[in-house]
Each structure stands twice: as structure tokens, then as C-alpha cells.
């Protein structure tokens, strides 16, 4: 089973940590990786460096970061493939935490390729 786990906070989720809880992430992801789970590690650019879209069936529109009114932000996310969504969860409890503050991980789990996620015409397994 893979799991996208999302990580969420109300900051800036590009900057702002020590030097230690950065070790300390190096340390988990390394972890991750030779347990055999870690698919891909990815974070994101300051949000001011970003852009919405609004889709619609009349068009679309969009508006450059920084955002108004935004609650969270996504900061980056880590993809990975274990048994099951407790043992995501279990490996997500490991993760370390910040000095100060506080995110959050939502844990997603990837759905199989299916017919919303093929292009028309695709075979089985080919997305868009």
C-alpha cells in the first residue's frame, strides 16, 4: 500500500527551523529510506514563490502567493509504501518535532490506477 503524507502548518513551512530539528529530520528520512519505505521526499517553495488556480466550468483563475485567509500551508510530503495505514501511522509518530510550534502530517493512501486517473485511451496502469 502506498501513503502520501502531507505536511501542514499555519507558518512558513519553507523556513524557519534549527539547525537541530533539521538533523534530526536528515536522521528520520535516512531511517525511512533504509527501512525500504521512503518513495520519494519532496518540499516545497515559500509560498510566496506559488500560485492558485480556481477551475470552473466557465474558466479559470489565478492568484499569486502569498495567500489571504490561508490556515495552513502545505509544506512538503513524503511518499511512502508500507503494509498498512497503522504501520504509516506508526512510522509517522516517529517523526520529530519541532523546538517550537507545531505541524501537521495527513496521511492519504494512494489510490490504485483506476479509470479517473487514466487518460482516455490509456491501458490499465498508464496516468496522465
Not at 4 to 27: Q, W, Y
Not at 63 to 89: C, H, M, N, Y
Amino acid at each position: 500500500m502506498r501513503f502520501m503524507l502531507i505536511v501542514k502548518s499555519p507558518g512558513n513551512c519553507a523556513t524557519g527551523h534549527d539547525e537541530r530539528f533539521l538533523a534530526e529530520m536528515d536522521r528520520y528520512n535516512d531511517a525511512l529510506a533504509k527501512a525500504g519505505i521512503l518513495l520519494a521526499i519532496e518540499r516545497l517553495q515559500d509560498v510566496s514563490r506559488g500560485a492558485r488556480m480556481r477551475v470552473s466550468a466557465t474558466g479559470c483563475a489565478v492568484v499569486d502567493g502569498p495567500f489571504a485567509e490561508t490556515k495552513e500551508l502545505v509544506g512538503g510530503f513524503w511518499l511512502w509504501q508500507v503494509r498498512s495505514r497503522e504501520e504509516a501511522i506508526e512510522w509517522a509518530r516517529r517523526c520529530p518535532r519541532p523546538a517550537e510550534g507545531e505541524f501537521e502530517i495527513e496521511i492519504r493512501e494512494v489510490m490504485e490506477p483506476g479509470p479517473f486517473s487514466r487518460a482516455p485511451g490509456a491501458k490499465h496502469g498508464a496516468t496522465a
